[in-house]
T-cell receptor, first 112, second 115 residues
Framework: QQPVQSPQAVILREGEDAVINCSSS?????VHWYRQKHGEAPVFLMI?????EQKGHDKISASFNEKKQQSSLYLTASQLSYSGTYFC?????????????FGAGTQVVVTP | DTGVSQDPRHKITKRGQNVTFRCDPI?????LYWYRQTLGQGPEFLTY????????KSRLLSDRFSAERPKGSFSTLEIQRTEQGDSAMYLC?????????????FGPGTRLLVL
């Protein structure tokens, strides 16, 4: 079951904030966030494990609500370099190994 | 520390031809994954290896697809009798399950166009 991401796309001006959500219908062990720029490989941003921890990477942070099987990625004071498509990959509690199922992505465009 | 590499980066072929892609994982990573990504979608799991053993294949992987990792290092993905629906980006990723939490690192991908 593929996780659902929202919104599908967001346009920001430099310095603005945005939130990207990722919801799963199954119990999760972890949520992985990646950013992909056009024509390039997905680049790992961060992993969140069950336990509801929040993590940060520069001005990008994320949270994981295991009760709701949801994760949110927060882009704070966005920079032009934040443009790209953000994917969440989820690992289920019952999965026997690190198999990830990815959402369809959220396209982020940051304008000057 | 070199990342995951894939070759070729682009491949154009005619329908019915066979194609083979190569992936070289990060050197200490013993898990290797193949994904397919079409426009506007996230990566879709195809298969994965732990060392040289292929442990799981997606139901999406038809009999025309085969993957190998003969010595537990690089891997190849072959598509026989290509169809236009095979056009996609084929991504390889690797990880080290000894690192907790396990993180998959992706290569640049091979973009396949079947005419």
């Amino acid at each position: 079951q593929q996780p659902v991401q929202s919104p599908q796309a967001v346009i920001l001006r430099e310095g603005e904030d945005a939130v990207i959500n990722c919801s799963s219908s199954k119990a999760l062990y972890s949520v992985h966030w990646y950013r992909q720029k056009h024509g390039e490989a997905p680049v790992f941003l961060m992993i969140l494990l069950k336990g509801g921890e929040q993590k940060g990477h520069d001005k990008i942070s994320a949270s994981f609500n295991e009760k709701k099987q949801q994760s949110s990625l927060y882009l704070t004071a966005s920079q032009l370099s934040y443009s790209g498509t953000y994917f969440c990959g989820t690992e289920g509690l019952t999965d026997s190994w690190g198999k990830l199922q990815f959402g369809a992505g959220t396209q982020v465009v940051v304008t000057p | 520390d070199t990342g995951v590499s894939q070759d070729p980066r682009h491949k154009i072929t005619k329908r019915g031809q066979n194609v083979t892609f190569r992936c070289d994982p990060i050197s200490e990573h013993n898990r290797l994954y193949w994904y397919r990504q079409t426009l506007g979608q996230g990566p879709e799991f195809l298969t994965y290896f732990q060392n040289e053993a292929q442990l799981e294949k997606s139901r999406l992987l038809s009999d025309r697809f085969s993957a190998e990792r003969p010595k537990g290092s690089f891997s190849t993905l072959e598509i026989q009798r290509t169809e236009q629906g095979d056009s996609a980006m084929y991504l390889c990723a690797s990880s080290n399950p000894g690192h907790v939490p396990e993180t998959q690192y992706f290569g640049p991908g091979t973009r396949l166009l079947v005419l």
